[in-house]
T-cell receptor, first 113, second 114 residues
Framework: ETGVTQTPRHLVMGMTNKKSLKCEQH?????MYWYKQSAKKPLELMFV???????ENNSVPSRFSPECPNSSHLFLHLHTLQPEDSALYLC????????????FGEGSRLTVL | AQKITQTQPGMFVQEKEAVTLDCTYD???????LFWYKQPSSGEMIFLIY??????QNATEGRYSLNFQKARKSANLVISASQLGDSAMYFC???????????FGAGTRLTVKP
């Protein structure tokens, strides 16, 4: 139990569906991250929020839309995805200090049909 | 842009022996942190060890130690007395300390043989 909870753990969706991934942390962290982990590829940083403000957007297609309503919650809204978007989506949080390591959730396994 | 390189896609080690997992990095920022994570087959990412660019001594955490060679820009993870439960993917990561961007290497799959 890392203190970072992701729901759902598994999601299957069609290319025309709209769904959302949720991440929640109660560690008092102020930075939250979305990563994509595809098979045989390195973790890809997608978005970073610090104190609810987006500080990184790593050229992610607009079919992925992040939302950070407060420092404890982070969403990834999904619409009109492609099969190549199938992956493990990992959320992480960090306390904004020099040595702050990332605490990861268990991930949401997404399959796009 | 920062870049992390792990050149060993897979490594095997005999139980109870030590193993070194390689990591090199590239950055022009003098202030950065280096991290190692373990990802078992269940998928969660587990933080193992941290090394700051200004730290004078190599970091150690139990059976994990980091062989930090700043001039060579390498941060190799050493696991001593390997256990079967150490079988997993291992990722090296770096963050320049003036921004939030944490980048990961491609990972090394470690298999511990009984």
């Amino acid at each position: 139990e890392t203190g970072v909870t992701q729901t759902p753990r598994h999601l299957v969706m069609g290319m025309t569906n709209k769904k959302s991934l949720k991440c929640e942390q109660h560690l008092g962290h102020n930075a939250m991250y979305w990563y994509k982990q595809s098979a045989k590829k390195p973790l890809e940083l997608m978005f970073v929020y610090n104190f609810k403000e987006q500080t990184e957007n790593n050229s992610v297609p607009s079919r992925f839309s992040p939302e950070c309503p407060n420092s404890s919650h982070l969403f990834l809204h999904l619409h009109t995805l492609q099969p190549e978007d199938s992956a493990l989506y990992l959320c992480a949080s960090r306390l904004d200090r020099n040595t702050g390591e990332l605490f990861f959730g268990e991930g949401s396994r997404l399959t796009v049909l | 842009a920062q870049k992390i390189t792990q050149t060993q896609p897979g490594m095997f080690v005999q139980e109870k022996e030590a193993v070194t997992l390689d990591c090199t990095y590239d950055t022009s920022d003098p202030s950065y942190g280096l991290f190692w994570y373990k990802q078992p087959s269940s998928g969660e990412m587990i933080f193992l060890i941290y090394q700051g660019s200004y730290d004078q001594q190599n970091a150690t955490e139990g059976r994990y130690s980091l062989n930090f060679q700043k001039a060579r820009k390498s941060a190799n993870l050493v696991i001593s007395a390997s256990q079967l439960g150490d079988s997993a993917m291992y990722f090296c990561a770096m963050r320049e300390l003036n921004n939030n961007d944490m980048r990961f290497g491609a990972g090394t799959r470690l298999t511990v043989k009984p």
